[in-house]
């Protein structure tokens, strides 16, 4: 047999369509606000419903990223991911109406730090309570899909029980902190700060993550992880470990995004996160089941999509997501930014 | 004789409900290459994922350096020193060579001689370090499966079928990598269908029919032997 020989292999130059391809899906956003601007008669109602609906896009991408990387680490569907947001937004809330003083002050300040601190508290409560429903609910049905559906499904019921128990059957109303009301206008649009305060943190944890997942080995090992767990395994990694870390992450994540919705809606209830948890489905469905990236884009669009639809045709709007859902599967089945899975 | 690096003892494994292993007993000499052959289906990828502990022995022991590892958890198997390429390669597709090679680096930076060792051996690698491993050709992709095993020393490595499907030219890289290892005193248990690559490389052999070894030796006596090749996998076809 010879000797290796000498590979000098070339780079061949990409056309303007495949190099366009892997952005296709981020172009959908602006191309989804550019149809809402043509169909839209109003300027300013087209800027307040933008702004509206890349809040409510935030807000599910917080809420859907840990079950998109839960289920494309361990293929693990967990329909009581709906439960942290519900779990999350009582803790949070509980905690923001015991510091009514801090949050009923006209100062930025103590706005925020009773803010950060209702976070905090309902970040910390979900972690828990992830780290204890992947013990006892999640561990026992790893790769079995139907008894996963139905035994997080019950773990979705039982704490919406608790809640009712420990809260009560009434929701709870209550007032966004005192510098966190009213709207600023811009360009004759009214722009609620909250909505605005809703995206600038949305982007932030959205880099933050991406970044995390980019440039640090943890994130190395879940990317892998996701295409292909038994491979990274081999390598030396134990991940079940790190799947434990991405599912407390992901229900700690969970519950600031029930914070958040609640503060979005002024009104939490035992119920919000069983309805939110259709929107997140879609959300992580049409993304790219695994995908971080896809689900952010796909968060994106439903919030758009949401608003825009709420309101040109009001009576559309609950179809409008499902819709949506249907026509980007039926271009690309596997999701916006599919993630290759070992098989 | 020196105690074998690997020794499985009645090795038995199932997959659902098929006996795949049947008392399998294999030993693998340390300081060299023992190519594990066999038609295909007699169980030669079931044995390389029962030791790593992807699929489990229902019986049997499985020693590394004299440590039992039957029932390790598969990252403790990796990391007592044993490296794995499977036969679909288990390359990242969506990450790039540089990540690939940076996760296989488990207890840290790939060391830079090292690195340049690989680079040496599979020029491509250095070309597209920074390209998705998805977008890499068939044989490339087996280079980045094999340099991923080399980021780090192991004591053993086991290798499924890496020529398989690749051009002549390829596979003498593929080979010379081999002999690189080697040389260095690693110890690799490969399964090969590729009978020519195997006697070139193989300094001994055992070769498996219906979940068991039923021939050991040098593979050198294989390799000279057409009767007893024929016997074993019938090969008089495939020479032809």
Known sequence: MSAAPDHTPTMAARGLGERLAPWLPVLLVPALCLAGWLAIPSGSSWLTLTVSGLAMGMMIFIMASGLTLIFGLMDVINFGHGAFVSVGAFCGISVLLALGGWAGAPSLMLNLLAVLLAVCAAMLATGLMGWVFERVIVRPVYGAHLKQILVTMGGLIITEQLILAIWGPDAIFFSRPETLKGAITFAGAALEKYRLLAVAFGLILFLAMRGVLRTTRIGLIVRAGVENGEMVEALGYRLRRVFIGVFVAGSALAGLGGVMWGLYQEVITAHMGGETLVLVFIVVIIGGLGSVEGCFIGALMVGLMQNYVAFLEPKLALVSNIALMVAVLMWRPQGMVPVVKAK | ?240
């Open chain 2, 1 to 240: 004789m020196a105690d074998p690096i690997l020794r499985l003892s009645g090795v038995s494994t199932d997959i659902a409900q098929y006996h795949i292993l049947h008392g399998l007993d294999l030993e693998v000499p340390e300081g060299g290459v023992t190519m594990l052959l066999g038609r295909n289906g007699v169980g030669k990828t079931t044995t390389l994922r029962t030791v790593m502990g992807l699929w489990r022995a229902r019986a049997g022991t499985i020693t590394f350096e004299g440590r039992d590892i039957t029932a390790l958890p598969t990252p403790d198997i990796a990391r007592a020193g044993i490296a794995y390429v499977p036969e679909d390669m288990g390359i990242f597709t969506d990450l790039t060579v540089e990540e690939n090679m940076t996760l296989a680096a488990v207890s840290g930076p790939v060391d830079p001689d090292r690195l340049d060792w690989i680079f040496a051996t599979f020029p491509p690698l250095r070309t597209f370090w920074r390209s998705a491993a998805g977008n890499l050709s068939g044989g490339q992709k087996q280079m980045l499966a094999i340099a991923r095993a080399m980021a780090e020393e192991r004591r053993l490595y086991l290798i499924d079928e890496p020529t398989k499907g690749l051009a002549p030219a390829i596979i003498a890289t593929m080979a010379a990598a081999l002999r690189a290892l080697k040389a260095q005193g690693a110890s690799i248990l490969l399964v090969e269908q590729n009978f020519a690559v195997a006697s070139m490389l193989g300094d001994s052999a055992a070769v498996m029919d219906d979940g068991r070894v039923v021939w050991a030796g040098a593979m050198a006596e294989l390799a000279a032997d057409s009767a007893l090749q024929e016997r074993l996998m019938g090969l008089s076809v495939e020479r032809a």
